[in-house]
């Protein structure tokens, strides 16, 4: 059996793709006991390099850390939706006057680096002598780059829905917002919903870049926690605590994702089920 683009492999095959699979699988496991080994060789596993985590201080860094990263990150978060979903409909819009400027700017902050903004949103507003909270700054940039980029997202998502939806409902006398809003949104939605969760967890992670403005998210944290000589400078054990912390806050998202998306194309369950008719009902009728 064969499809268009792929065919099946045969017994030899598939011995071959499960010995690359074993040996894969086998270099994997390698390689990670390899660095283990040598985060073991050069005392990274000391007591004294994790002794730190146990006091209620350092603890409490890493939740301000914490809190400080999912403020950024849910601020920006809201902002670039906003932002991506008014320049979406300004690119899709009939109008040359609304569509030439929303493409102008979608491309133009899509171009540009996002550590540049986020140094454009701090020290531009510091040359004129006005003050702006760190925070701010890295909104602003993270808002800038991702909205243009969920912008793309939604924009493709639209077009990609089959135009005899919007056909079929223009036919029945519906407005341009009303197929907008009722047709074509729910439908890319469902198909858009992977997309957008995978760049808001890019755009979580991204919050990382405000160390470079000293804004105290959850890297600036571990690198203070590891900055410190009285444990030995613990800058290994520190950053392991602090990837497994974004490590477990963007499986959340991806899994509050995955469950929205089974919520939303489950298929409802008919409610009241349909009586059966006696035979000798029928054969009355008839």
């Known amino acids: 059996m064969s499809s268009v683009l792929y065919d099946l492999p045969g017994p030899r095959g598939r011995r071959r793709n499960a010995v690359i699979g074993v040996l894969a699988t086998l270099a994997i496991a ?8 040598r985060f073991w060789k050069t005392g990274q596993f000391e007591a004294r390099r994790w002794e730190q985590f146990k006091f209620k201080a350092v603890q409490m860094e890493i939740v301000n850390g914490i809190v400080a990263t999912l403020q950024a990150a849910g601020i920006a978060a809201v902002l670039a939706l906003l932002f991506g979903a008014v320049f979406a409909s300004g690119r899709l819009s009939d109008r040359a006057l609304l569509r030439a400027p929303s493409t102008w700017v979608v491309e133009l902050f899509r171009a540009i680096p996002l550590l540049i903004l986020i140094f454009f949103g701090y020290y531009v507003p510091l040359q004129y002598g006005w003050s702006i909270d760190k925070m701010w700054a890295l ?7 991702n909205g243009s980029v969920l912008a793309e997202i939604f924009r493709a998502g639209i077009n990609a829905v089959a135009k005899g939806q919007s056909e079929a409902a ?11 809003r009722l047709i074509l949104l729910p439908q890319a939605f469902r ?8 760049q808001l967890v890019v755009l979580l992670k991204d919050t990382a ?20 000589l009285a444990f030995g400078l613990p800058y290994v054990p520190a950053y392991l605590v602090i ?5 477990a806050m963007c499986g959340a998202l991806s899994a509050f994702a995955w469950w929205l ?24 009728q008839v």
């Not at 390698?30 to 080994?37: D, H, K, M, Q, S």
């Open 170 to 180: 223009y036919a029945i006398g519906m407005r341009k917002n009303q197929v907008m």
């Open 191 to 198: 198909a858009m919903l992977p997309a957008i969760v995978s």
């Open 139 to 145: 909104v602003i940039g993270l808002t800038l780059y």
């Open 30 to 37: 390698g390689l990670i006991a390899f660095v283990i080994y």
């Open 243 to 247: 990837g497994a912390i974004y490590i």
């Open 209 to 228: 870049l405000g160390f470079i403005i000293t804004y105290p998210e959850l890297l600036t944290a571990g690198k203070t926690i590891g900055g410190r």
């Open 261 to 284: 998306q089974r919520r939303l194309t489950r298929v409802p369950k008919a409610t009241v089920a349909a009586k059966p008719v006696p035979l000798q009902d029928v054969t009355r």
